[in-house]
């Protein structure tokens, strides 16, 4: 007689293994308002800081997508998690790599706030506090200054660790990138005014010529111009987009994060944090 014990053992360990994976389901809009003063619901936007800031479901924290590797953790599993984007593509991946983490009460709100708004749901640009509906501040990696090698516009290379000992800001753009231009003449003006803090412009995917032309036509004074032609430092810093900015202090920490199009009253407020660090 044939022996099974140890197939039937391997066998129900991998469908234990499987077991162990979570499981979401897509839901509309409605669904979302029915439940969103459920004390046992959390709801998550999953969009860039700017985005979230721009407008919200309200109740729901700002956990990105792009930083999910160091908050996946943090979510309650014996609450229900609704995840929301802009259309829903963002909230799907975050789905996604969640059910793999385990999760088994997961919604993800199809159309996004788009389809919230579509439905004649109200918006809030009020910031709700991670700290107060998970019961601690998410958690996020303590990101410092890389040790990267890069070229400067017209010269040669220069390393990222040369610019310690003074407050850093280090912003990412392209020329195609019409928000990126739009915020450039505000750098420009603020690298001016602050004489004690160094402004890097690194390029990200450009050639010389083209950044060349840019300057050209724009004829912006921007000392510190890097070429990034791999991206590597959107990689590095996990940048969701052009433009980002990032405010390093001078022993290299990071400070502060704005993706999306910069104005004077945030960056006033950015540059203030830094001398205070």
């Known amino acids: ?14 469908l234990a293994a499987c077991g162990s994976k ?12 029915a439940h969103l003063d459920d004390p046992g619901v959390v709801v998550v936007d999953v969009r860039t800081p700017a985005e979230y800031q721009s407008g919200h479901v309200p109740r729901a924290i700002n956990l990105p997508l792009q930083e999910i590797e160091d908050w996946a953790g943090d979510l309650p599993k014996d609450k229900t998690v609704y995840l929301i984007c802009n259309s829903g593509n963002r909230s799907t991946k975050a789905a996604e790599y969640l059910k793999e983490k385990g999760y088994k009460n997961l919604r993800n709100v199809t159309g996004g706030t788009k389809a919230w708004v579509a439905k004649g749901y109200p918006l809030s640009t009020a910031p709700e506090d991670p700290a107060k509906v998970l019961g601690k501040a998410p958690s996020r990696p303590k990101m410092t200054l890389p040790d990267l090698t890069l070229k400067r516009f017209g010269a040669g290379e220069v390393s990222l660790r040369k610019f310690l000992g003074r407050p850093l800001v280090v912003n990412l753009w ?14 420009a003006e ?3 005014r602050y ?20 300057l050209n036509e724009t004829g912006l ?22 433009p980002t900015t990032y ?8 400070v502060a994060t704005h993706p999306g199009q910069l104005f004077e009253g945030a960056l006033e ?8 660090e």
């Open 1 to 14: 007689m044939r022996r099974f014990g140890p197939v039937l053992l391997a066998l129900a360990a991998l």
């Open 22 to 33: 979570g499981a979401y389901k897509n839901v509309d809009p409605e669904d979302l308002h």
């Open 174 to 187: 392209a020329s195609w990138c019409p928000p990126c231009r739009a915020e450039m003449p505000l750098l």
């Open 190 to 192: 603020a690298q001016s």
């Open 195 to 214: 004489k004690d803090v160094t402004f890097l412009f690194v390029n990200q995917g450009e050639d010389e010529a083209t950044i060349h032309r840019f």
């Open 221 to 242: 004074p921007l000392g510190w111009v890097l070429l990034d032609p791999d991206q590597a430092l959107s990689r590095i810093l996990r940048a969701g987009g052009l």
């Open 247 to 254: 405010f390093f202090n001078a022993r290299g920490e990071l």
């Open 269 to 276: 407020g950015y540059l203030e944090k830094l001398a205070g």
